[in-house]
């Protein structure tokens, strides 16, 4: 299950990896039990969506566990969210909440969470 970050867990990390156009998160490497930030302004964002949400996933890419939508907040054009993986994998595309999907052409996003050791 994901969770949002508590101000004990945020750590001052500053590197940034753009995933791909449109599609950033910091920090990175992504750890285990860290916050995590995703902004996102791709294909939704440009086509003037008024509500975006990162759907999220955990394991394998073809079989995704503890599925859930986290709406993210619009900060000039471009959409955050911030969250805590507590899995090995995390899984994700986006969404407007009117059946657009931003999912990387049916790829979506698939990331390794190391564990921090």
């Not at 709406?71 to 595309?93: I, Q």
Request: with cysteine.
């Amino acid at each position: 299950m994901f969770r949002l970050p508590g101000i004990e867990r945020r750590i001052n990390k500053k590197q940034t990896a753009y995933v791909e156009e449109g599609v950033s998160i910091t920090p990175m490497p992504l750890t285990m039990d860290e916050s995590v930030t995703i902004t996102y302004d791709g294909l939704l964002a440009q086509s003037g969506a008024h509500n975006v949400f990162v759907h999220l996933g955990a394991g394998n890419s073809n079989e995704w566990t503890n599925v859930q939508d986290l709406e993210m907040k619009k900060e000039n054009n471009r959409w955050t969210t911030e969250f805590v993986p507590s899995d090995s994998r995390l899984n994700f595309c986006f969404h407007d909440g009117a059946d657009n999907w931003d999912n990387n052409y049916n790829l979506n996003w698939s990331l390794t969470i190391h564990n921090g050791k």
